[in-house]
């Protein structure tokens, strides 16, 4: 659509040139030739026109690395080429035996003439790619600096959603600091009275501080710290299920130095008890985690409880899945089994 708009208002503006300049000759001049003899000469310059704008010009300073020395020599042997079709196009209209430009050698009204009406046709062509040119530049730096803008926005953006979490994290910081300190409240109030009590509230505290410093963006931690954080939730556990708690941890291999993705296998051991019946001396629970040649298998198998009261949405797993997808890619299999009576995860990860 765009296209026909800008054909319609050329089209309008060569009538309306060519309607003014041939009543302005008719009025001063009183020449009347054919019109068809106009229709040839007015073609000629209108293909001169457009020859000069999108050929010459577009070629010259868009394709060479000295724009200007190229359009002035291209310029002048355009004018000679023009010179001698208009010259040649005189004497077949007017029924001359012989080429123009030898016959009219001496003329040198003519040859102004047509010289004068090329390079008048050639300045017209050059002041309408200026302007084409122009409104490219313009409509390209609009576009520079639309794009900038949208870039600009898109950075505030990130960086509102940066401070709004910043905010968030340092809010979320409140509650675990107020936990603590009520925590060690709880301690000192109870441990005189029960140790079993006190000893709990110790290891919940423990287990907490090391959920909230592992988050921070520290990536890694070691083995050994994630080893002892299990074995504090399991201690736990037994704290509150006394001869109702049956579970193995089963370790093999040296784990001195190796580093893994915090909070991934104590979050496995707690799914583990908080979905699995533990209760059973016959199927007690295990967890068996082996290490050998930078490969770390961790295993947890328990038995299925019957009418748990937590939902089982499985968002937990799904949550371990994508962290070990965003930082081990390719390097990790997740092996989830799910049997009538018994449920058991196994990772292995590739260090």
């Known amino acids: 659509?765009?296209?026909?708009?800008?054909?319609?208002?050329?089209?309008?503006?060569?009538?309306?040139?060519?309607?003014?300049?041939?009543?302005?000759?008719?009025?001063?001049?009183?020449?009347?030739?054919?019109?068809?003899?106009?229709?040839?000469?007015?073609?000629?310059?209108?293909?001169?026109?457009?020859?000069?704008?999108?050929?010459?010009?577009?070629?010259?300073?868009?394709?060479?690395?000295?724009?200007?020395?190229?359009?002035?020599?291209?310029?002048?042997?355009?004018?000679?080429?023009?010179?001698?079709?208009?010259?040649?196009?005189?004497?077949?209209?007017?029924?001359?035996?012989?080429?123009?430009?030898?016959?009219?050698?001496?003329?040198?009204?003519?040859?102004?003439?047509?010289?004068?009406?090329?390079?008048?046709?050639?300045g017209f062509s050059i002041a309408y790619w200026s302007m084409l040119y122009m409104m490219r530049f313009k409509e390209k730096n609009h576009a520079m600096k639309t794009e900038q803008l949208k870039t600009k926005a898109a950075a505030l953006e990130l960086e509102n959603k940066y401070i709004t979490a910043e905010n968030a994290y340092l809010q979320n910081q409140i509650s675990p600091h107020l936990l603590f300190n009520s925590l060690n409240f709880i301690y000192n109030s109870i441990h005189n009275l029960s140790d079993r009590a006190g000893r709990g509230v110790m290891l919940l505290a423990e287990i907490m501080r090391y959920s909230l410093v592992s988050s921070e963006d520290k990536r890694t931690v070691l083995l050994n710290n994630e080893i002892e954080q299990i074995n504090r939730l399991i201690e736990l556990s037994h704290l509150r299920f006394q001869e109702q708690f049956f579970l193995k941890f089963r370790k093999k291999g040296k784990f001195s130095g190796v580093r893994i993705l915090p909070l991934i296998l104590i979050t496995l051991v707690e799914n583990m008890m908080k979905h699995g019946d533990l209760g059973e001396i016959g199927k007690p629970a295990v967890i068996r985690l082996e290490h050998k040649d930078n490969l770390l298998v961790f295993e947890t198998r328990n038995k299925k409880r019957s009418g748990s009261p937590h939902p089982k949405g499985g968002l937990g797993l799904k949550n371990i899945e994508k962290r070990l997808i965003n930082f081990y890619q390719n390097r990790f299999q997740l092996d989830i089994l799910d049997r009538s009576d018994e449920f058991s995860v196994t990772l292995t990860l590739s260090l």
């Open 1 to 122: 659509m765009k296209k026909r708009v800008i054909i319609f208002r050329h089209l309008l503006a060569w009538v309306l040139y060519i309607g003014y300049e041939l009543s302005l000759i008719q009025i001063t001049v009183g020449l009347n030739p054919s019109a068809f003899h106009y229709l040839i000469f007015y073609l000629l310059n209108i293909c001169l026109f457009y020859f000069n704008a999108h050929v010459i010009l577009d070629f010259a300073f868009f394709k060479t690395r000295k724009p200007y020395l190229v359009s002035s020599v291209l310029i002048f042997l355009e004018i000679i080429t023009y010179l001698f079709i208009k010259l040649e196009l005189d004497r077949i209209l007017s029924g001359a035996r012989h080429l123009s430009l030898t016959v009219n050698l001496v003329n040198e009204k003519l040859w102004l003439t047509n010289i004068w009406r090329e390079i008048f046709f050639i």
